[in-house]
Structure formats: structure tokens, C-alpha cells
């Protein structure tokens, strides 16, 4: 079964740092450009970040750029999202998601929560 | 980047057919075949649905199809059912500089 398993979401304060896993199993991770978007309480789906297959092409949203470092372990089949200097606004249920082929991502992990707060 | 514009909600009854649209431009919609379309249960995951503007993955039924016209992309559900009661959310390659897809802004599908 294709799979993909987020970990790593809580609660911390602002200003703190977490790291967020996504560890795929069922196909050929290694294989596949993934991405990370995520979804405030009640609102919409955003793009957060993207990587290539090898790990040296990444790209972010404007809203995490310089704060958040997205990485892979291709020998350890495990997407991360390095989040530094996070604020109330970072808040939101964070998924990993595989593209297949242009725009066709699929398929989606179970989400982690991360609650910024003082 | 702006967010593709989707209606807030839409209701139908059982049986009938409703369409989502989701309007952008030509930078993205407009620009490429690049659509698809996503369900979302509250508190889960979102699934493909439609990938391509009108294609469905292995397992989808065939009630659910997409098509383009210009800048706008819809989703329509055929035959509809409870279980079709969701949150759907397009997306869109788009020639942005940074990341280069943009979602919508979802709509809520309910079942009357």
C-alpha cells in the first residue's frame, strides 16, 4: 500500500523550532518530487514548501522562506520540514504529499497538528 | 500568489448533478492542463480526485469529471450522494517564481 506517515507536530512557543517526518512506504520514494502543505484550523489548503528528487532543488512560500528548510533521506524513504523562528500563524495541520506527475499529487499523509503558542 | 476563486458552498440533492467551478488566469488555469481536484472530510486528508483537468485516478467513480474552459476549471458530480458531502479544493500549476501550484479557495459540497 502506498503510504505516506506524518510525525513530529505539538505545541510550542513562539520563536521555537520543531521537525516534522513524513516516512513513505509502497513505492520508490526516491522517485518523486514531494511537498509539504498545510491548512490553518478552518481555513484553506496552502503550499508550503517543495523537493526535488535528489534534495538539491527546494523552494518555499514567500510566508516561510528563511524560517522553514525542507530536506529528504532517500535512504531512509523520510521527508522532514525543519521549522525555526515559528509564529502564532505557522498554527495548521501540516501534510506531506507525493507528485506523481505535474500537479497530480497523490497521495496525502494523515496530517500532523503544530500549535504555535504562548 | 492568489488562491483560484471557488464558490463557498454548494448543495444539491441526491441524485442531482452540481458543478464547482474555480476561476483563475491566465497564468495558471488558462495557461496549462494542470488542474485537479481534491475531497476533504473534515479532519482528514485530502484525496485526488480529478488530475490533469479531466482525469480520475484508479478507484474514483465516474460520477465525478472535470473539464476547462479558459480560466475556469469545474468539477462536476453526477448521481449525487451523502457520502459526496466534503470540502473539494481545486489546484493549478501556475508560472509562478516560487512554488508552482496554487489551491483554491475550497468549496463545501452539502447534501440536502
Known amino acids: 500500500e502506498v503510504q505516506l506517515v506524518e510525525s513530529g507536530g505539538g505545541l510550542v512557543q513562539p520563536g521555537g523550532s520543531l521537525r516534522l517526518s513524513c516516512v513513505a512506504s509502497?513505492?520508490?520514494?526516491?522517485?518523486?518530487?514531494m511537498y509539504w502543505v498545510r491548512q490553518a484550523p478552518g481555513k484553506g489548503l496552502v503550499w508550503v514548501s517543495r523537493?526535488?528528487?535528489?534534495?538539491?532543488?527546494?523552494t518555499y512560500a514567500d510566508s516561510v522562506e528563511g524560517r522553514f528548510t525542507i530536506s529528504r533521506d532517500n535512504a531512509k524513504n523520510t521527508l522532514y520540514l525543519q521549522m525555526n523562528s515559528l509564529r502564532v500563524d505557522d498554527t495548521a495541520v501540516y501534510y506531506c504529499?507525493?507528485?506523481?506527475?505535474?500537479?497530480?499529487?497523490?497521495?496525502w499523509g494523515q496530517g500532523t497538528l503544530v500549535i504555535v503558542s504562548s | 500568489q492568489s488562491a483560484l476563486t471557488q464558490p463557498a458552498s454548494v448543495s444539491g440533492s441526491p441524485g442531482q448533478s452540481i458543478t464547482i467551478s474555480c476561476t483563475g488566469t491566465?497564468?495558471?488555469?488558462?495557461?496549462?492542463?494542470?488542474v485537479s481536484w481534491y475531497q476533504q472530510y473534515p479532519g482528514k486528508a485530502p484525496k485526488l480526485m480529478i488530475y490533469?483537468?479531466?482525469n480520475r485516478p484508479s478507484g474514483i467513480s465516474d460520477r465525478f469529471s472535470g473539464s476547462k474552459s479558459g480560466n475556469t476549471a469545474s468539477l462536476t458530480i453526477s448521481g449525487l450522494q451523502s457520502e459526496d458531502e466534503a470540502d473539494y479544493y481545486c489546484?493549478?500549476?501556475?508560472?509562478?517564481?516560487?512554488?508552482?501550484?496554487?489551491f483554491g479557495t475550497g468549496t463545501t459540497v452539502t447534501v440536502l
Open positions: 504529499t507525493r507528485d506523481l506527475a505535474w500537479g497530480r499529487f497523490d497521495p
Open positions: 509502497g513505492f520508490t520514494f526516491s522517485y518523486n518530487w
Open positions: 523537493i526535488n528528487i535528489d534534495g538539491s532543488t527546494t
Open positions: 491566465s497564468s495558471d488555469i488558462g495557461g496549462y492542463n494542470y
Open positions: 490533469h483537468v479531466n
Open positions: 489546484s493549478s500549476y501556475t508560472n509562478s517564481i516560487t512554488l508552482p501550484y496554487v
